[in-house]
């Protein structure tokens, strides 16, 4: 017979006290950790639902105009605004966030890939943050203390996107591992002969 344990578990917070019973080779499972696994859930395609839709409203010429200001200010995005002009600039960011929205969806099927996805979205996250440093539109002038306009808001929020994004890839190499981990122990089990 199998000795139970008492064991600690919370995703990424081994230390964390839960009290969660555990058989030697079964999984654990508590209200925090179904809560974990709901959350990660929501996350992850809440995240690819933003790429895809962002992605899909490139292609409406309000969206080539909204994005004017922040494309023209930008040392990342000037270049390209020049040489390939407005509509096709954001045609082309349109289609890398088609991508990355379908990538991070694809972990339950693909999990590198979905890094790959997370990661390409956490890079894109980073690049929509330094517009608040390049867009003068994005703060409200003569307010004395620095003021975002509604346009810095919209973007400050990125950080929460790059989080997730973050934490998605994250999630994914651990499947991933855990994919690889598994098929290593069936090729090469322990104490068989």
């Known amino acids: 017979m199998e000795a139970a344990s008492w ?28 809560l974990s ?12 639902t933003c790429f895809l839709w962002v992605g899909a409203l490139k292609f409406n010429e309000y969206e080539v105009e909204n994005a004017e200001p922040l494309l023209t200010a930008s040392p990342l995005t000037a270049r390209l605004h020049q040489k390939l ?18 990538l991070i969806a694809a972990k339950p099927f693909a999990p590198r890939a979905s890094a790959v996805g997370s990661l390409g979205a ?15 539109e994005a703060w409200q002038e003569g307010q004395g203390m620095p003021q975002l306009s ?16 973050l934490l998605t890839a994250d999630d994914s190499l651990r499947t991933a591992q855990a994919a690889i981990d598994r098929k290593r122990a069936k090729w090469h089990p322990r104490g068989g002969c």
């Open 7 to 34: 064991q600690v578990h919370s995703w990424g917070n081994p230390g964390w006290p839960l009290g969660t019973r555990e058989n030697n080779m079964s999984t654990r499972h508590t209200p925090v950790t179904g």
């Open 37 to 48: 696994s709901v959350g990660f859930s929501i996350m992850r395609y809440g995240l690819a």
């Open 85 to 102: 002009g407005a509509q096709k600039l954001a045609r082309l960011i349109g289609v890398a966030q088609i991508t990355l929205g379908a």
């Open 122 to 136: 956490a890079g894109m996250m980073l690049g929509t943050l330094s517009f608040l440093f390049t867009t003068p």
């Open 150 to 165: 509604m346009l810095g808001e919209a973007l400050l929020k990125d950080g929460v996107l790059l989080g997730a994004s």
